[in-house]
């Protein structure tokens, strides 16, 4: 009797060694990512925003200029975006831009006029909104903040009645994204639908998609949006959307890449977030982000009470040849469309990173939320 438990723990201990083995292993190497990505670099301590140009290999703070309080408070993902013009960052009083040429770390500030959190790109300016539905704009090349889309509210209340939190307690929708296309037609996503103008905010029309609406893209004439719902396409600009990915759970994000569309959804089965992609403007897509999945989530490692650190993927961008991916313990970096992935940069004090793309320029900004 004495033998066999003697066997059974001789066999049980070299499988813990190689599990522990294996993790060691796995440690050393984000340490050494973490140590090869920042040679080079003239930046101190990572603080707030991360950029790179060279496609993620190495990267530069160019945190100087911006509120210390960001550092501890975090980013929203809805308070940044990038475009052709630079990055734009939404805290405190103002908004914060830095051109995407830019050799050194240097931000202007503009003052906001009203206490809009959210911020997003329109057609041929910046929009500045809130959960209210409170709307500012700015032109390029002016520099005012005029109010917008000031009878959204009372025509969104109108044409759908449903009854909600936010109705029952402001008389009003609740905002959640706004997205103009390249042809000027104006989304606002709610919490229970989508509102469509084709006139510049005059009329607004009610388009059912169900659930949050999140997020929405556009590429060659094909709009995306992400949902509580899963992920959906129009190609009759927004008049009609058929779900295309749905995991029984959330589309997380939704981005453009060469020849369609990049994906995260939420699979409720096993609790993780997935990477899609599609190369034939969203008709048909493929799951591209196994290799992501951590190895510690096996059976084996819970069964010796192996620590499991979370591991959600919050953001997919396509810069150049790479897909850039930003996980809650990282960013990794694709060269063959998924394939294979390489961690680039570990996470900073356990937080992920949102990534914004502007050209052949990457940003990094460890997350807060949604």
């Known amino acids: 009797m004495k033998n066999k438990k003697m066997k059974r723990l001789f066999v049980f201990v070299p499988a813990s060694l190689l599990v522990l083995f294996l993790l060691n292993s796995f440690m050393l190497k984000k340490t050494e990512a973490g140590k090869k990505t920042t040679e080079g670099t003239k930046s101190g301590p990572v603080n707030i925003v991360l950029r790179s140009t060279d496609g993620g290999q190495t990267w530069q703070d160019i945190s100087k200029g ?9 980013v929203w993902s809805r308070g940044l975006f990038a475009n052709n013009r630079g990055l734009y960052l939404r805290t405190g009083n103002g ?8 050799t050194t770390s240097f931000w202007t500030k503009e ?14 300016g910046i929009f500045a909104y809130n959960f209210r539905g409170q709307f500012l704009k700015k032109t390029n090349g002016t520099s005012d903040w005029s109010p917008m889309y000031t009878n959204f509210q ?18 009003e929708k609740q905002v959640c994204s706004v997205f103009e296309t390249t042809e000027g037609t104006v ?17 607004w029309k009610y388009v059912h998609v169900g659930g949050w609406v999140m997020k929405i893209v556009e590429s ?21 959307w058929d779900r295309v990915i749905n995991e029984e759970g959330a589309g997380i994000a939704v981005e453009r890449i060469d020849g369609g569309f990049a994906a995260i959804a939420y699979n409720t089965t096993t609790q993780t977030n997935t990477i899609y992609i599609s190369r034939d403007s969203g008709k048909t897509w493929n799951d591209i982000g196994e290799e992501l999945q951590p190895f510690w989530n096996s059976s084996l490692i819970k069964l010796i009470g192996g620590l499991q ?10 810069v150049g040849k790479y897909l850039i991916c930003g996980r809650s313990d990282g960013i990794f970096r694709s060269s063959d469309m998924g394939k294979t992935w390489k961690l680039l940069l570990p996470s900073l004090e356990n937080r992920g990173f949102d990534l914004s793309v502007s050209g052949s320029v990457i940003y990094a900004i460890p997350n807060k939320g949604c």
């Open 111 to 124: 003052i906001l006029p009203g206490k809009q959190c959210e911020i997003a790109p329109g057609k041929n």
């Open 154 to 171: 009372e025509q969104a209340v109108r044409i759908n009645k449903t009854i909600d939190w936010m109705y029952t307690n402001y008389k």
């Open 66 to 74: 911006l509120p210390e309080n960001l550092q501890r408070e975090g």
């Open 309 to 318: 650190p979370s591991s959600n993927i919050s953001s997919i961008k396509q």
């Open 220 to 240: 060659n004439g094909v709009l995306l949006v992400a949902t509580t719902q899963g992920v959906l396409r129009s190609t009759d600009d927004g008049e009609t």
């Open 95 to 102: 908004v914060y831009h830095s051109e995407p040429n830019s």
């Open 187 to 203: 989304f606002i996503g709610s919490n229970n639908a989508l509102f469509k103008s084709t006139n510049n905010g005059k009329t």
